[in-house]
């Protein structure tokens, strides 16, 4: 029995081609539902478009149609003006899967796999029994070269049925490639206009034209004629690369010695480190690579992981950016007017198996947003938005890993998705995207990324807790204020009139009862400015003098404008102004403009204090240590006092604490 | 410059072999973390060895052993007593990704795309530089054969670096792999053994043998003798069959007729239906297949969509059954007591895209299964556990978009995993799994899938509510019976102290307060039986007589332990029983054995009643209407009336309702 059963096993094993591997398992690449299926085939079209423009430096202008031909059948057309593919090349571009430019090298793309298009034309194939047309033109082609493709999904080949050189007189290259698929049009947050719309937020160097079924026309248009820097192709980071990989290098190196094949073969390896990587390797700069035996490449990896590496260059990257991710969200979000734009935080490049990479996160908070929902989660990876598979990223883990009870938003036992009304935009920028299958739709969990998005997480979490604090504290001295403004004034009038005499100046009274400096801040924006401006009310029974601190975008303040000139700046940034005396019961403002920003880049400003017992003061926290004060000495500036309630009141009285008399003056 | 990018991007493109592919995207074979690729390593060889064992219908035993060789490297081998591989097939069966037997077969196993172990020692060669080894004898070999080999990436094709015949005499047949690998070991709820442990409880018919890094042996012993039936190879359901695969089929048939193709290269089509296909689609019975065209394919799909057919058979399944839910629920949970196992849920056999598949669902709940934190979920896909990747699983998210508070679970919103002391495991079995990626760890969200599991999901949901909602009524009846039957004989005492009267008998008055008939019922079991008791008290002032009903396992009741012979026993299992007359204050004990059941089979009667009021009921739901009572009359029939309190007590004393008067009696 056993024996036949192997006998019978071997008879039934043979190859499985990968066409014909995908065609049954359809869903790994994506297309697992008819809605999904006509945004994947869509999205391989447009990130192809996006990928060659940004090659060829054009900026891309896309066109994306959607022809209904019957009750599941559409027509979907996707055309650029990027650089053309040459006619040889055309089959195997489309009509082979596991094929392309992109997958050898190590620089940040879209594409990365060589499967997409082709596999859109197949389950194109599949699903209507309809051949893909392709046409393409070069730079200086006198005509395009037009295709009708099929796969041959057995063998994994390109059947052409027809080819043509047809006129294409409206462009001058470009490409554009036809299939028919069977899917479901729809509309809403898993689409595909939305796909389209997040794809144009970060990518606003592009137009993309869409027209849907119905010949409505959708145009995302260009916000910067600047295209993205041309993200840089480099050799493989030795960080945390793998002993087989390192052994294929080793195998297929032209340098003749160790020390020239580190040196050459590898990103951010110079002479020197090269060297130090030989010596702590314990194996002679002069060994020839190809007779490094399995020990010896062994040892050369240990080496490598003792040898401080610099990280690598950021400009194989291609981040978003801090401004154009507040853009990106501000234009998702022109409706829900958030109360707060968290600074987007973008981190250092670091290394996955060889590969860089690096992490930028954003957070925005109120407004009109949900708060009795999860956040929303918004998730980029090479500037492509990701709209499924949510659960299976690591950007969701990273954020049901972080306890966002500390940075002010509800999670029930301080782990899983939080809830309150906010948006966390995430994206990952890396040479080789691990995605957990071909359909790219969630990166893997590598351990090192989901370390970085959870720094990036809680750095922006830090900015979100401080507004929330402070939004906190203002609400509770405010009301404690008011209470106090409003009754106090009410029971001395009411008293006033029953015993018959003058309602008494409360002030002292109020002074008393509050005992605190109380500093209110708050940001404008009109014309180009912010305009800043604290408050800062004595409401002690003694006059005070004391310094206020606060960070300011770099380079952004005006110094025309501030009522008050700063004692010190310090890195472009840390402001201190050294405040006049206030009388007790008096106010005092210092106000500035800064300049050259977004509205959207400034919303809040934090002011520190020093120089006066931090109990004393609300609204304000005292100045934190690693703020380095050596440099300012407490001189005695005379600063003119731009007091307001206290005006006309040269001698201020110093109200005592014992008396527990109503105010003596008047 | 476009022109000069085509060109340039034309000679940077090339094929990219698939071991290529996955070398660099290891992530997608789930070779993404040290602790994982362990798991991953071992669970490919696992799958195997217990699929070619159910192929060659051999009691499996599998040995996995795993050996340090320093921090960071492991050397793993598995060893199963299967048929063995024919030595020709060895280089490729081990040493090419995309190559197997099951890849082309309608019937249901654990691996299914020829990449699993061939795809891990790549990963261990990768990791360490290091070959695997192989060996393997059939049965009637003198000698095994073992091959130590290595992958050659590029070309995705074995090297064989040493062949031998080697003695084998302990092994009749059987097949080793041992491969080398970088990895962490650890144990906890992601782990070789907990991967072990849930493979033994799906798998009871198989002995699993672990050797861990420090030489502790674990050992899965078989639950069972019994091999689960082979599953059958089918042909192709034509339930949700696509254009193009129905196309491909067409091209391949040997059969000369429309009707005969139809009636022999599908599953579930008979001549009729055939026929009635070919009339549907308007397509004469004689056509030859070769002859049709894109065009009369459509109109042959929209035929076979319009005419209903036949589910498909059960055999090409092997579902876990229900007792085997039961039991490996049990067994993981031995620990934690719960007071609730709700009847396992088994589906229907459904279709998607031309592959029938099955779902079934479990539910524990209580005992010591924390309360304060999400649901467990176990998810089994063809009786092979899933332990990664829950988010991304049509599982997680039928489960999460089931509203659980309808069944008593606590659940934010209605949506989202829901929080409460329960275990929920769901087994999808089919010919074919689509798992979202090569990993195999999640199962994509097909629709049909999904809706099968949401409706296996409220099934069970409902069962564990019925119990909740009485467990619920039981606590609230039981609190206000004890208040009364404390406080009241507690106040009489009183009173009577201090009016220096006896106390008096205050049966009447409680029924007074109460004035409602409680039934209690409880299920024991000891020594193979399950012992169930409903008890009945009257609590009203009149005596009662109803007849209460139960639905019990079919064939489950053991007449002789009856202490009541019941009226009626419709189905082998609804069964009725007419009280006697109950006098007021009285009890009445129904009691009986059910037999040839496991423990955890049955936890908790349902009573219901009628002829009664069911407003004077606590503790029974009146019978619902679908009961078909129609073959039950209400017969006098003469019950002895065994009634324990009222003994004593031949003419009950009918309290009248209007009195305020304590009891006359005594």
Redesign the interface.
């Known amino acids: 029995?056993?024996?036949?059963?192997?006998?019978k096993?071997?008879k039934?094993?043979?190859?499985?081609?990968?066409s014909?591997?995908f065609?049954?398992?359809r869903?790994?690449l994506g297309f697992?539902?008819p809605v999904k299926s006509l945004i994947m085939g869509i999205k391989e079209g447009v990130d192809n478009s996006l990928d060659?423009c940004e090659?060829?430096?054009?900026l891309p202008d896309i066109v994306v149609s959607i022809d209904r031909v019957d009750q599941k059948e559409y027509r979907v057309m996707i055309e650029d003006n990027?650089?053309?593919?040459?006619s040889?090349?055309m089959p195997?571009?489309f009509g082979?899967l596991?094929?392309?430019?992109r997958?050898?090298?190590v620089r940040q793309s879209r594409g990365q796999?060589?499967i997409g298009i082709s596999a859109t034309i197949m389950f194109g194939?599949?699903?209507?029994?309809?051949a893909a047309t392709a046409r393409s033109k070069?730079?200086?082609?006198e005509a395009a070269k037009e295709i009708d493709i099929i796969i041959d999904?057995k063998k994994n080949a390109p059947v052409i049925l027809r080819e043509d050189f047809v006129p294409w007189n409206e462009k001058?290259?470009g490409t554009r490639v036809e299939f028919y698929m069977?899917g479901r049009y729809v509309t809403g947050k898993q689409s595909v206009i939305e796909y389209l719309r997040q794809t144009a937020i970060v990518n606003p160097h592009a137009t993309l034209t869409f027209i849907d079924p119905d010949g409505k026309r959708f145009i995302f248009g260009r916000a910067t004629e600047q295209m993205p820097p041309l993200a840089k192709e480099i050799k493989p980071h030795p960080d945390g690369i793998?002993?087989?990989?390192l052994?294929?290098m080793i195998k297929v190196t032209k340098e003749k010695s160790l020390v020239k094949f580190l040196q050459n073969d590898f990103n951010r390896i110079s002479e020197r480190v090269a060297k130090e990587i030989c010596n702590a390797s314990g194996l002679p700069e002069t060994t020839k690579p190809s007779n490094l035996s399995?020990d010896s490449?062994?040892q050369l990896l240990e080496g490598i992981s003792k040898v401080k590496i610099m990280a690598p260059q950021v400009d194989c990257l291609s981040p978003i950016g801090e401004s154009l991710i507040r853009k990106g969200l501000k234009h998702v979000l022109a409706d829900v007017k958030p109360e707060f734009y968290a600074p987007p935080v973008s981190r250092e490049p670091k290394v996955h198996t060889g590969n860089p990479f690096l992490v930028e996160v954003g957070i925005v908070y109120g407004g009109d947003l949900p708060s009795?929902?999860?956040v929303q989660i918004l998730r980029f990876a090479n500037r492509v938005p990701l709209l499924y598979?949510?659960?299976?990223?690591v950007v969701?883990?990273a954020i049901e890993n972080t306890d966002w009870r500390r940075y002010g938003l509800e999670q029930?036992?301080g782990s899983?998705i939080p809830?309150g009304p906010a948006i966390i935009l995430v994206h990952v920028a890396s040479t080789?995207i691990?995605?957990?299958?071909?359909?790219k739709e969630?990166i893997?969990?590598?351990?090192i990324i989901q370390e970085e998005i959870s720094l990036a997480l809680k750095a922006c979490g830090r900015s979100l807790k401080t507004h929330l604090n402070k939004k906190e504290r203002k609400t509770k001295t405010r009301s404690k204020f008011e209470i106090v403004q409003v009754i106090i004034p009410l029971m001395a009038e009411k008293t006033a009139k029953i015993v018959g005499k003058p309602v008494p100046d409360l002030r002292g009274t109020l002074t008393k009862i509050m005992n605190v400096v109380w500093i209110d801040d708050s940001v404008t924006y009109d014309k180009g400015r912010h305009r800043v401006k604290v408050l800062v009310y004595n409401y002690t029974p003694k006059q005070q003098r004391f310094r206020i601190h606060t960070v300011l975008p770099k380079g952004s303040l005006d110094m025309a404008s501030c009522n008050l000139k700063p004692l010190e700046i310090k890195e472009e940034e840390k402001v201190t102004w050294e405040l006049p005396r206030i009388p007790s019961t008096a106010m005092y403002e210092v106000s500035f403009d800064l300049k050259g920003m977004d509205p959207e880049a400034f919303s809040e400003t934090e002011v520190f204090v020093s120089g006066i017992n931090p109990v004393d003061v609300m609204g304000a926290d005292p100045l934190p240590g690693d703020w380095d004060l050596q440099g300012v000495n407490f001189t005695e500036v005379e600063a003119p006092a731009v007091v307001q309630a206290a005006e006309d009141d040269e001698e201020e009285p110093d109200y005592d604490e014992s008396g527990e008399d109503l105010n003596d003056e008047q």
């Open positions: 029995m056993a024996s036949t059963t192997a006998h096993l071997a039934s094993q043979k190859e499985i081609s990968v014909e591997f065609e049954k398992n869903q790994i697992d539902s060659a090659e060829a430096q054009i990027g650089p053309g593919i040459v040889t090349s195997n571009v082979r596991l094929y392309g430019s997958f050898h090298a796999q060589g194939q599949i699903t209507t029994g309809k070069v730079e200086g082609a999904t001058a290259h069977n793998e002993l087989g990989t052994m294929n399995l490449s062994k009795d929902q999860q598979q949510q659960g299976a990223c969701t883990k029930r036992g899983g809830f080789k691990p995605f957990t299958s071909e359909a969630a893997a969990s590598v351990p």
